[in-house]
């Protein structure tokens, strides 16, 4: 570990020679970057501005052994309380660039959901409403295929665009291609990153395509638990079932260790309501899984991902 750590402070250099100096924060807190808030200092926080940059961090880390993480809004993670031991490539401050032409729109990874949802009401388009409330980025809701009320990212995505960490080849792969099922795709299994994703949408009239953003919004506002952080709903939904109603039968609406809880307005959610930590977060998770598991026989899993030291 000791090796490690002096060839990676070796690497500054050449991190801020290829991004530039501002571009490369080190030992920065994950807790920054991440919508539950939690989680130590990881090596080494890179803002690349495009793929050519990506590659070439990853090449360097292949060389070297350390390890990295690609990271947007940090909407649907956790971070170790201990840090991240290597580099997180973040592309939600630089790779953010989004053209609407007529009813597509093409956007970088590093674009949220909000902002695309909003150029989609601007062009008249429908099709994204669903994604309005949403806080991930493009990134990673085609990874994940994020969708809400009924739509989902597989309806409306066109093409993606990927590097092929084995290969190093840019790739763009089409809809079926990408075998976009519930939060998953071909990206989760493959050493793929996703860079860019083309959006073909439809034509619709901008009052009716608010009114049904602004209604999901406020049935967002009135069932879940916003004023706190969180990742949004911490579980699956298993098949059958809903998370959120089996974890309230169960009796664990407002479970907690120390400032982690299930929501008292949604038992779908595990939130943070002032300081707790990653470890805490944790916690409630096993207990809630264990709970369920053991009154209702059925395992939960959680939707959030659980990024170790």
Excluded at 111 to 132: H, I, P, Q
Excluded at 224 to 232: C, D, F, K
Aim: aromatic share 8%; hydrophobic share 35%.
């Amino acid at each position: 570990m000791d090796n490690i750590k002096v060839e990676i402070k070796e690497l500054k250099k050449y991190f801020e020679d290829l991004l530039g100096p501002e571009n490369v924060k080190t030992n920065e807190p994950m807790s920054k970057h991440t919508t539950f808030k939690t989680g130590g200092p990881a090596w080494y926080y890179l803002t690349p501005e495009n793929g050519e940059q990506i590659a070439k961090i990853i090449d360097l880390c292949n060389k070297t052994g350390v390890k990295y993480h690609m990271h947007g809004n940090g909407s649907n993670v956790l971070f170790d309380d201990e840090g991240y031991d290597g580099v997180i490539i973040a592309t939600c401050d630089n790779m953010t660039e989004l053209i609407r032409d007529n009813n597509v729109l093409v956007a970088g990874a590093g674009v949220t959901l909000a902002r695309l949802a909003k150029e989609a009401l601007d062009g008249e388009l429908t099709g994204l409403e669903f994604a309005s409330g949403i806080p991930g980025t493009v990134g990673g809701a085609v990874v994940m295929n994020a969708g809400a009320y009924g739509g989902e990212i597989r309806h409306v995505i066109v093409t993606a665009t990927v590097y092929d960490c084995e290969s190093k080849e840019v790739k763009i792969l089409g809809n079926k291609e990408l075998c976009l099922e519930y939060r998953k795709s071909i990206i989760m299994e493959k050493p793929y990153i996703v860079l860019e994703a083309c959006f073909e949408l439809c034509h619709g009239d901008k009052e009716d395509i608010k009114e049904t953003m602004n209604d999901y919004n406020s049935r967002r506002r009135e069932k879940q638990p916003l004023n706190y952080a969180s990742a949004g709903s911490t579980f699956k939904r298993p098949e059958g079932y809903f998370a959120g109603a089996l974890i309230e039968e169960c009796g664990l609406k407002g479970y907690r260790v120390n400032d982690a809880m299930v929501s008292e307005k949604h038992a779908g959610f595990v939130v943070n309501t002032g300081n707790a930590t990653t470890k805490d977060i944790l916690e409630v998770i096993k207990h809630v899984q264990e709970m369920v598991y053991e009154i209702k026989k059925v395992k939960l899993e959680p939707e959030v991902r659980i990024i170790k030291k």
